[in-house]
C-alpha cells in the first residue's frame, strides 16, 4: 500500500511538471512578431524596372525611369473587429523594393487590414525639413515634395512611350505622372482579407501593385503629363484606377 502511495505521488508529481512544462514554454513565447508588406510594382504579369520595354492594355511599348508612390495610414483589423493603426509608418514604394517592413504585432488572427495610397491631410501639409533624412517624409532626390504647393507628390510616374500612330514602333516620347493634393488619396481597403500573425515566424503580406491597370484607359501619346493641377481631368482619370490596380497575393 505504501508503495502504491509513493508511485502515485511520483506520477502526480510528473504530470504537474509536464503541465508546469508547458504552460512555461507558452507563456515564454512571443506575443508579437513583425509584419511586413511584401510588394510587387508589376507591369502586367512582369516586375516593373528601368531597362525593359512594357506594354499597356492596348499593347502600345513604353518604358519607365521613374516609379514611387506612398502608402500610409495602415490600419489593422483583429478577429474581434478592433483596429490596430500602425501610427506614423509611411512607406516610399519602388519597384526595386519588395520588402517594407511595418512594425511589431501581437499575435492572433485578423479580419484584414487597410492602407491610403498617399498622405493624410496633416501629413501632407508637414514641412519636410523636421524630419530626418532617413525618414520617408523627409526630402528626397528626386523631389517627392511640392514646394511651393506645400504638398507632397503621392506618385511619380515617368517614362517613354511609343508616339507612332500605329503604335509599332519604340518609346521616343517622354510622359510624365505627378499625383499630389488631398482629394488624390485613396483607401485600399483589405479589411476581408483574414491573415493570422503566428508565435512561430514573422509574417508577410503579399500586395501587387500593377501599373497597367494604374494606364487603363489612358492614351499615353495624348495624355501625356499632369502635375495634377495643370491637368485636373488626366489626374482623376489616373488616380480613380489606382483602388482597382491593388491586389492581395
Same mark, same amino acid.
Given at each position: 500500500?505504501?508503495?502504491?502511495?509513493?508511485?502515485?505521488?511520483?506520477?502526480?508529481?510528473?504530470?504537474?511538471?509536464?503541465?508546469?512544462?508547458?504552460?512555461?514554454?507558452?507563456?515564454?513565447?512571443?506575443?508579437?512578431?513583425?509584419?511586413?508588406?511584401?510588394?510587387?510594382?508589376?507591369?502586367?504579369?512582369?516586375?516593373?524596372?528601368?531597362?525593359?520595354?512594357?506594354?499597356?492594355?492596348?499593347?502600345?511599348?513604353?518604358?519607365?525611369?521613374?516609379?514611387?508612390?506612398?502608402?500610409?495610414?495602415?490600419?489593422?483589423?483583429?478577429?474581434?473587429? %478592433? /483596429?490596430?493603426?500602425?501610427? @506614423?509608418? !509611411?512607406?516610399?514604394?519602388?519597384?526595386?523594393?519588395? +520588402?517594407?517592413? =511595418?512594425?511589431?504585432?501581437?499575435?492572433?488572427?485578423?479580419?484584414?487590414?487597410?492602407?491610403?495610397?498617399?498622405?493624410?491631410?496633416?501629413?501632407?501639409?508637414?514641412?519636410?525639413?523636421?524630419?530626418?533624412?532617413?525618414?520617408?517624409?523627409?526630402?528626397?532626390?528626386?523631389?517627392?515634395?511640392?514646394?511651393?504647393?506645400?504638398?507632397?507628390?503621392?506618385?511619380?510616374?515617368?517614362?517613354?512611350?511609343?508616339?507612332?500612330?500605329?503604335?509599332?514602333?519604340?518609346?521616343?516620347?517622354?510622359?510624365?505622372?505627378?499625383?499630389?493634393?488631398?482629394?488624390?488619396?485613396?483607401?485600399?481597403?483589405?479589411?476581408?482579407?483574414?491573415?493570422?500573425?503566428?508565435? %512561430? /515566424?514573422?509574417?508577410?503580406? @503579399?500586395? !501587387?501593385?500593377?501599373?497597367?491597370?494604374?494606364?487603363? +484607359?489612358?492614351? =499615353?501619346?495624348?495624355?501625356?503629363?499632369?502635375?495634377?493641377?495643370?491637368?485636373?481631368?488626366?489626374?482623376?482619370?489616373?488616380?480613380?484606377?489606382?483602388?482597382?490596380?491593388?491586389?492581395?497575393?
Amino acid at each position: 500500500m505504501k508503495k502504491n502511495i509513493v508511485n502515485i505521488f511520483i506520477i502526480t508529481l510528473l504530470a504537474a511538471t509536464v503541465i508546469t512544462g508547458c504552460k512555461k514554454d507558452k507563456d515564454n513565447g512571443p506575443t508579437e512578431r513583425m509584419l511586413s508588406f511584401h510588394l510587387h510594382t508589376l507591369v502586367g504579369n512582369t516586375v516593373a524596372n528601368y531597362t525593359s520595354v512594357f506594354s499597356d492594355a492596348t499593347g502600345r511599348s513604353f518604358t519607365l525611369s521613374d516609379c514611387r508612390y506612398y502608402l500610409s495610414n495602415i490600419v489593422l483589423i483583429k478577429d474581434d473587429g %478592433t /483596429e490596430l493603426p500602425m501610427t @506614423g509608418k !509611411v512607406l516610399i514604394a519602388n519597384p526595386s523594393t519588395m +520588402g517594407y517592413e =511595418i512594425g511589431n504585432v501581437p499575435v492572433g488572427k485578423y479580419k484584414g487590414f487597410r492602407f491610403l495610397f498617399g498622405l493624410d491631410s496633416v501629413t501632407n501639409h508637414a514641412d519636410p525639413a523636421t524630419y530626418p533624412s532617413t525618414s520617408p517624409l523627409s526630402y528626397q532626390n528626386p523631389s517627392m515634395h511640392w514646394g511651393w504647393n506645400s504638398g507632397y507628390i503621392f506618385m511619380i510616374m515617368e517614362g517613354k512611350v511609343d508616339s507612332t500612330a500605329a503604335a509599332n514602333g519604340t518609346p521616343d516620347f517622354d510622359f510624365y505622372y505627378h499625383l499630389g493634393l488631398d482629394q488624390m488619396k485613396r483607401t485600399i481597403d483589405f479589411s476581408t482579407t483574414a491573415f493570422e500573425v503566428k508565435s %512561430t /515566424e514573422d509574417m508577410e503580406l @503579399g500586395i !501587387v501593385f500593377d501599373l497597367r491597370k494604374v494606364l487603363n +484607359g489612358v492614351n =499615353i501619346p495624348q495624355e501625356y503629363f499632369t502635375h495634377t493641377m495643370d491637368n485636373m481631368p488626366l489626374a482623376n482619370k489616373i488616380v480613380n484606377n489606382i483602388t482597382t490596380a491593388f491586389e492581395v497575393e
